[in-house]
């Protein structure tokens, strides 16, 4: 028999080792990780997806999204044939989300984000010593972010918030921590609970996430 082919995508601006810990029976499944590429001048996110999907090489597959990553995979399940629609501490449609970011929408205060800080947090971590939670967080954040550079930052979060669908697609599976402080679970509809889950769990409830996706794929 074959092996189920599954895809992950990263949350925005993670590189794909924010997946490390995730490991699936390998008699039954093949990962794939993608990478973000950087956005071409006014790209919709349309366009991106299928730019995104053609790095896939497989038919019938499973795509797990992180966060943007699993707006992304929403979109490009759009474009080609899948098995599984798979999120993870992220959202169905724009209705999940919180009411600060709809009015950054309204508002286009995100234009105003120096998202160039971002980009400089190795250099945070000079100067934050210690096992505090900042300092654990800096550490986090230099290991995993990966696309730093301000083109893709700003389209990445205007794509978060500017994102057309409204109404949810009722085979997507979402996973969903219930302490997660990004897209606070109470905004949250459908979704898989998972106790103590923060917006980060695919990095810190990754025995739970082994033990149940593949049960999610098969079922």
């Given at each position: 028999m074959s092996k189920i082919q599954v895809y992950f995508v990263p949350g925005l601006a993670a590189s794909i080792e924010i997946f490390?810990?995730?490991k699936l029976p390998e008699s039954t499944f093949e990962m794939h990780f993608?990478?973000?590429?950087?956005?071409?001048h006014?790209?919709?996110i349309e366009k991106y997806a299928k730019r995104m999907c053609d790095k896939i090489t497989h038919e019938n597959i499973v795509l797990i999204g992180v966060s943007f990553g699993g707006i992304m995979v929403q979109e490009m399940s759009k474009l080609i044939s899948t098995r599984k629609v798979i999120i993870i501490s992220s959202v169905k449609?724009?209705?999940e989300l919180?009411?600060?970011?709809?009015?950054a929408k309204a508002t286009k205060l995100y234009k105003a984000i120096p998202t160039s800080l971002l980009g400089?947090?190795?250099y945070l971590s000079r100067y934050i010593k210690g096992r505090g939670l900042l300092a654990k967080r800096v550490k986090l954040y230099n290991k995993y972010l990966f696309m730093k550079q301000t083109k893709y930052l700003d389209w990445a979060i205007e794509n978060v918030l500017l994102w057309q669908r409204s109404v949810p697609d009722d085979k997507v599976i979402h996973?969903?921590?219930d302490e997660d402080m990004v897209f606070p679970i109470s905004n949250i509809k459908n979704c898989i609970k998972v106790k103590g889950g923060t917006h980060i769990m695919i990095v810190n409830k990754y025995r739970w996430l082994n033990e149940n996706l593949p049960k999610l794929i098969l079922e």
């Open positions: 490390e810990n995730i993608l990478e973000w590429i950087l956005p071409v006014n790209e919709s449609s724009n209705q919180p009411i600060h970011m709809k009015l400089k947090v190795n996973i969903h921590g």
